[in-house]
């Protein structure tokens, strides 16, 4: 055990520096993939024929090739037809995640959205609120209350799928505990603490997503 | 005040609305009843074109009705509804449900918009409630807020359909004493409703739509007490 520990000091540090880089990832791929994916959300039940398809195409690729795929072909396959666009890993990881997770998040704001009561949006419109005012005032934030349930999973799932970017060279968590174990063989202990790491980073994240859903559900 | 002219409205195959003339005057209260399905909500709610009609015309205060985003957007400022649902904001309290549209439409400030409501919330008795979530009031606390809420906005016309149907048998007379307190100020209104109690004793003319047709018209007193047409007979007798 204390044997355990010693070796857990030395490398912990290391380990740490590619947590923060898991947490990098994972926080922008959350922020722009949100974004995006309200949008795409927006899209998906807009009237205008054009955006709803474009949207419903970006979701049904999106959602049915694997992340590791679309990794590969934004750091990868692009680059080698357009070499302008070769991309730092870091870049690359932040981007896919942020498309990938886009997509899911779509489906969830498109869910959400449809499940608010049309009444509101009559309400909001008999009093001469504009379509998009409705929108901003009254329907999406009762969405985001409803939405925030998936979409602390789709975070979660976030992070623990960030750590495929390991295969592009870019030393997250997991890779960082590839490369020690590359130097020292010790297998199960760096796996024990690249596990524990990522137990901790989605357990913070639930518990912020529960915070923040009982702030914003106070109402109900 | 309303002009409506030959409204015809459709949802897919079934005519709802087959024709209807209607003339309202300023400070009049209109009561429409009839039997369920036969147009009545559709028809209140193409006059603040909540439903489309397809054809036919309906003016308010001269201004037509049409799809027009921006006009449609400044007309229902005029036009105050209650619905049967209440459809408060659930997100907002009693007092942000209040100001939300003045703020945003009137470019009111938020401390004119919160005095204004003050008022609105005394007159329909709910003043201590300012600051409560609309799922911590009782049904008819939510319609009289919902009515203030309408009134905010300083509407020349309320729109009420069914405001008292969903709600407990005992909780139906706080919301018909703000809104016959309403007709007395002299509102223009068009009310909705199966209290027939309120339409003998506040509307000024009674309605009887059956089958997308207005079947007759007349003072409460004539509608109520020498009905004409067999199917007006038909459906208050049934209410007796
Ligand atoms: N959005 C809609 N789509 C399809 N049919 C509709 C729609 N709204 C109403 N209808 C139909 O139109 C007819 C008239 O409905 P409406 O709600 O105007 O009746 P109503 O007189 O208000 O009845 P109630 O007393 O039950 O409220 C009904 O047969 C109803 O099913
Ligand atoms: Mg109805």
Redesign the pocket.
């Known amino acids: 055990m204390s044997e355990f520990l010693s070796f857990a000091t030395t490398y912990l540090p290391y380990l740490l520096q590619g947590a923060l880089v898991t947490i990098e990832i994972a926080v922008i791929g959350i922020i722009f993939g949100s974004i995006l994916g309200l949008l795409v959300g927006l899209g998906r039940i807009s009237k205008n024929p054009l955006l709803s398809q474009i949207s419903r195409f970006y979701i049904w690729v999106i959602r049915g090739t694997p992340l590791l795929l679309q990794l590969f072909v934004i750091h990868f396959a692009i680059p080698s037809v357009f070499s302008a666009l070769t991309l730092p890993p870091f870049v690359s990881a932040c981007i896919a995640l942020s498309i990938n997770a886009a997509a899911y998040i779509a489906e969830i704001a498109r869910g959400a959205i449809q499940s608010i009561d049309k009444g509101q949006m009559e309400a909001a419109r008999s009093l001469g609120l504009s379509s998009s005012q409705a929108m901003r005032r009254v329907i999406i934030p009762q969405a985001f209350r409803r939405m925030l349930p998936p979409l602390g999973n789709e975070f979660i799932a976030l992070i623990k799928e960030s750590s495929l970017v390991s295969t592009i060279a870019l030393y997250d968590l997991l890779r960082t505990g590839q490369q020690i174990i590359s130097s020292t063989y010790r297998y199960m202990e760096v796996f024990l603490l690249v596990g524990l790491i990522y137990l901790l980073l989605t357990t913070i994240m639930s518990f912020i997503v529960g915070k923040i859903e009982r702030k914003v559900g106070a109402y109900e | 005040m309303i002009t409506c002219k030959d409204v015809v409205k459709t949802?897919?195959k079934?005519e709802?609305l087959k024709g209807i003339d209607l003339d309202v005057a300023p400070g009049e209260v209109v009561v429409i009843i009839?039997?369920?399905?036969?147009?009545?909500?559709?028809?209140l709610r193409c006059m603040n074109h909540l439903e489309a009609a397809d054809s036919g015309t309906i003016t308010i205060n001269g201004k037509l009705v049409e799809t027009k985003e921006s006009s449609l957007n400044k007309l229902r400022q005029d036009i105050g509804m209650v619905f049967q649902q209440f459809n408060l904001f659930p997100h907002m309290t009693v007092m942000e449900n209040i100001i939300e549209a003045p703020v945003l439409l009137k470019k009111m400030t938020k401390d004119q918009a919160k005095k204004k409501g003050l008022e609105l919330l005394k007159k329909v008795g709910l003043e201590e409630k300012a600051n409560e979530y609309p799922n911590r009031l009782s049904g008819g606390q939510k319609q009289r807020v919902a009515i203030a809420r309408a009134l905010a906005m300083e509407p020349k016309i309320m729109l009420f359909d069914?405001p008292t149907s969903a709600l407990d048998p005992e909780l139906v007379g706080e919301v018909l004493t703000v809104m016959k307190q309403l007709a007395k100020e002299g509102m223009t209104m068009v009310v909705?409703t199966h209290e027939m109690g309120f339409a003998k004793e506040v509307a000024d003319r009674v309605i009887f739509?059956d089958g997308g047709y207005i079947i007759e018209q007349g003072s409460p007193k004539m509608i109520f007490e020498t009905p004409q047409h067999e199917r007006t007979k038909e459906f208050l007798g049934h209410l007796k």
């Open positions: 949802f897919g079934l709802v009839g039997p369920s399905g036969s147009g009545k909500s559709t028809f069914e909705v739509m």
